[in-house]
């Protein structure tokens, strides 16, 4: 163990109480709430934060409760459905996910993690948070919150490092609990730690209960001087120029007309471009007679 570096059993006890009288009550997150909701829940907070997603989610449960009533519908209103969460290819993901689930699961979303990597979508992080937070499965779930705390509080340093998949797993792993239940709530309390108390610009060390613990506090919160990964800016870019165009077909019943789709942005390079990928990612269908539609 590195010098001045908490012993992995001396944050969980202390984390686990805060979390208990702290943590967000959250729909997804009310016990007996199955693993589809959970599923969408984490497909739909990837890169978008929960008061965008709390009201997405909640329409999303009541009209598609389960995979096999997404899969019966078509993925044009998924996409439609899907609204200003940003990045839509999800949308068609979910959709396609949930066939996957009717067509070689039963409709039940399966418990294993290889399992959930097989299907559309479904990557490492997102396998992980929905065998730990819908069945309760001791494994390392780690997102940008929680690598940032476990930087912190254990590494002593100011923020993450760029990420790396097998590094980031390797050090959440050796703080989880032994007992999967205790484990899968400690993964819970470690991301809404990061997103709450410990954050990226403006932690509150004050109220964290890992304070008199953390190696990075105790070193006198030194600035990082690391390697960073720069944010992407949104104003200007194809993918404002997508969002637009994806806002007239959501907006219209059925298939608009493409000088509907030109008044949208005042670039036509830029735009034919960002229609052009759209039908790439197929989230626009062309039609023969010249319309546009979302895909049925």
């Known amino acids: 163990m590195m010098p001045g570096r908490p012993a992995d059993a001396d944050l969980v006890e202390p984390l ?3 979390y208990a009288a702290h943590a967000r009550v959250l729909p997804w997150r009310e016990p007996g709430v199955g693993a589809w909701p959970v599923l969408v829940s984490e497909i739909m907070l990837q890169q978008t934060p929960v008061r965008r997603v709390r009201p997405a989610w909640t329409a999303w449960q009541e009209r598609w409760p389960t995979p096999a009533a997404l899969a019966a519908d078509s ?7 899907w609204g200003k969460l940003g990045y839509p290819r999800r949308a068609l993901r979910l959709h396609a996910c949930a066939a996957e689930i009717v067509a070689r699961f039963d409709g039940e979303v399966p418990t294993d993690v290889d399992q959930l990597l097989s299907l559309p979508g479904i990557g490492a992080y997102t396998a992980r948070a929905v065998a730990a937070f819908a069945y309760g499965r001791r494994e390392p779930v780690v997102d940008t919150n929680v690598r940032r705390v476990v930087a912190r509080a254990v590494a002593g340093r100011g923020a993450a490092a760029p990420p790396a998949a097998a590094r980031d797993h ?3 792993a050796a703080l989880l609990p032994v007992d999967p239940d205790r484990a899968a709530r400690f993964s819970g309390a470690l991301m809404e730690l990061g997103a709450l108390v410990c954050t990226a610009r403006t932690p509150d060390c004050g109220q964290c209960p890992l304070a008199d613990r953390c190696v990075w506090l105790a070193a006198g919160a030194p600035p990082y001087t690391g390697p960073r990964v720069r944010p992407q800016r949104f104003a200007g870019t194809d993918r404002q ?7 007239v077909l959501r907006d219209n019943p059925g298939p608009v007309p493409k000088p509907a789709l030109d008044l949208v942005w005042p670039d036509r390079v830029q735009r034919d471009r960002a229609l ?3 039908v790439a990612d197929g989230l626009i269908d062309p039609l023969p007679d010249g319309r546009y539609a979302l895909p049925a």
Not at 75 to 81: C, D, F, L, Q, S
Not at 241 to 247: N, P, S, T
């Open 16 to 18: 686990l109480a805060w």
């Open 75 to 81: 993925p044009g209103e998924a996409v439609r459905m």
């Open 170 to 172: 390797a050090a959440v």
């Open 241 to 247: 120029v997508r969002g637009l165009l994806l806002d």
């Open 276 to 278: 052009d990928g759209l």
